[in-house]
């Protein structure tokens, strides 16, 4: 499967932003997530989604203020992202898992789960 990335941008302090990844096929049982890596750190999980089901999971630093979720229709899936603050700036990447873990109804992937990778979209937001 390949994923395309777009919506990244510049954007202001307090305001939004929403990502879409394309697959380019249909993907039910995959899991699905976005990461993301700022300058000089190291790629780190933002969100994630079984494609069949499920709840979506979080990381803390953005639970609250971003929203994943995606269209059966148009085999995408999109992160939402309000309340954008400039630690947010980084390249955001969507992945797809073909091997989903979920423990507890949980899915967290490692940056090492994930069968395959968008390119980056990047996202810088001013202060």
């Known amino acids: 499967v390949q994923l395309q990335a777009s919506g990244g941008g510049l954007v202001q302090t307090g305001g939004s932003l929403r990502l879409s990844c394309a697959a380019s096929?249909?993907?039910?049982?995959?899991?699905m997530a976005w990461f993301r890596q700022a300058p000089g750190k190291e790629r780190e999980f933002v969100s994630s989604l079984i494609w069949s089901g499920g709840r979506a999971n979080y990381a803390d630093s953005v639970r609250g203020r971003f929203t994943i979720s995606r269209d059966d229709t148009k085999n995408t899936v999109y992160l939402q992202m309000n309340s954008l603050k400039s630690e947010d700036t980084a390249v955001y990447y969507c992945?797809?898992?073909?091997?989903?873990?979920?423990?507890?109804?949980?899915?967290?992937?490692?940056?090492?789960?994930?069968?395959?990778w968008g390119k980056g979209a990047q996202v810088t937001v001013s202060s």
């Open positions: 096929k249909r993907i039910f049982n995959y899991g």
């Open positions: 992945a797809a898992d073909r091997h989903p873990l979920v423990r507890g109804g949980d899915y967290y992937p490692l940056h090492g789960d994930m069968t395959c």
